[in-house]
């Protein structure tokens, strides 16, 4: 997930959920639960860890999509499509006539080196879209997405006889980027394969507990929209800072300014995040450089916060800029670039899907959701308005109950998304990917 990066206590993961003794991955079982198992035990476990093992980077993952286009294809009835939206996969699996329901898993890793000390730790190294070679680790669950999609299209080809219509599976990539749902609805995922009437997804959470999920019947995630500022400056020796400008002294001034955005301009109870992720510029001790770049995120949970966020950036910066007796044609430049808008789940589908998953696997498997974080989501492009198409995206968890109990006792605490500590307990996080979506889509294809 973009920029899931907070490290959450499990002692508080806890304390939110109410939760004492979690079964993993749920105390009551469906009937197709065993299947399941049996399907991880031979196959999905395997594959869990070669996809751990080799993540790649967003549009870049090359490798992920032949793999998964061969394991769709292995499926009796898929019809299997590739190089959708550049390395997407797209595979369709008809029952009959009935509605038409998408399932999408996103695949692609992050540029981040491996520290969560597993065996089966990524080395990868990888040239990604910006030329830059970077190590890459599945730090936010992406594997445990693209294989519970493999288990989940086998489970409805197995259980044909419980259900009419179409499902469309989808492996997108570049969910980090925020470009990769975009590209494939710009390939025409709508006019060249069944339009859905329903969308799912779900994303493995490392701060809810094993065999729990939950969704919003509302917002799921917020808003972000990177945005790459460039503060220009007047080169000279570092010894004789007054017949230059110096980029650094004045971005430095821009990224606390930028903060008073947050606190001064933003209402109190409007959620918004203004953060500077990455800061470069310089080459030498005694240089004053001609330009210092920032990368920065900005997450809402509304359009109106949202534009009036970055419109905000750019005026702070410009001010900045001036302030320091920047002349016009030097004065810091602001691109949006990355964007993807708040994801919200249709809430009478939400409703609808909370209660066939807990009917299912047993009612105290869903948990009521509660945004902790400003994380976000490019599934959003997937149900776009004018679609028409309702959406419900549920979070999974993944987070094993004895690492929780190990953090409350004073042990390593829980890493959150895109940190080099991730970790997931695959087993029961795939295993109830698999089944929560397999209850969903056959609920609503139901014969």
């Known amino acids: 997930m973009n920029s899931h990066n907070l490290r959450i206590a499990g002692a508080a993961a806890l304390v939110v959920l109410g939760c004492t003794s979690i079964g993993s991955p749920a105390a009551a079982k469906p009937d197709y639960s065993e299947s399941i198992k049996a399907d991880y035990d031979a196959s999905l476990g395997a594959m869990w860890d070669h996809f751990h093992r080799n993540p790649e980077l967003s549009f870049r993952e090359y490798k992920t999509a032949e793999r998964m286009a061969q ?31 998408l399932v999408r898993a996103d695949m692609d890793g992050l540029p981040v080196p491996e520290r969560s000390g597993l065996p089966n730790a990524s080395t990868v190294k990888q040239v990604g879209v910006d030329g830059l070679e970077m190590p890459v680790m599945h730090a ?24 009419k219509g179409t499902v469309v599976f989808i492996v997108q990539p570049a969910e980090e980027r925020v470009g990769g749902a975009d590209a494939m609805v710009k390939d025409g995922l709508y006019t060249r394969f069944p339009k859905p009437n329903y969308a799912l997804a779900f994303h493995v959470a490392a701060e809810l507990p094993t065999g729990k999920i939950s969704a919003a019947e509302g917002i799921q995630y917020s808003s972000a929209d990177s945005v790459d500022i460039r503060v220009h400056g007047v080169a000279t020796h570092g010894a004789a800072p007054h017949l230059g400008k110096d980029p ?18 933003k209402g109190p109870l409007d959620p918004g995040v203004i953060t500077v992720g990455a800061i470069h510029g310089g080459q030498k001790h005694n240089i004053i450089s001609e330009f210092v770049d920032l990368q920065v995120t900005v997450r809402a949970n509304s359009q109106e916060v949202r534009d009036k966020l970055i419109a905000s950036i750019e005026r702070v910066s410009k001010g900045v800029g001036i302030a320091n007796g920047l002349p016009d044609d ?3 430049t602001v691109k949006v670039t990355e964007t993807t808008p708040v994801t919200v789940n249709d809430a009478a589908l939400a409703r609808r899907l909370n209660s066939a998953i807990g009917n299912a696997l047993g009612k105290e498997v869903v948990v009521p959701f509660r945004q ?6 490019d599934f959003a492009f997937f149900v776009d308005p004018s679609f028409g198409i ?47 979506m397999t209850a969903a889509v056959l609920d609503l294809l139901k014969a």
């Open 248 to 265: 650094v002294y004045i971005a430095s001034q821009l990224v606390v300014a930028l903060q008073g955005i947050i606190s001064r301009e």
């Open 140 to 163: 936010c669950g992406h594997d445990v997405h693209i294989t519970s999609l493999v288990g989940t299209a086998r489970q409805l080809a197995r259980m044909k006889d419980r259900w």
């Open 372 to 377: 902790t974080n400003m994380g976000a989501e």
């Open 71 to 101: 394991e769709l294809r292995a499926v009796p009835g898929m019809q299997v499509t590739e190089k959708v939206g550049q390395t997407g996969v797209v595979g369709v699996l008809k029952n009959g006539a009935g509605p038409v329901v």
């Open 390 to 436: 309702p959406g419900y995206y549920f979070a999974v968890g993944g987070t094993n109950p004895a690492w929780i109990d190990a953090a409350k006792k004073g042990g390593p605490p829980i890493a959150g998304h895109h940190s080099p500590l991730f970790k997931i307990d695959p087993e029961p996080s795939v295993r109830l990917g698999v089944e929560a």
């Open 330 to 332: 030097k004065l810091p």
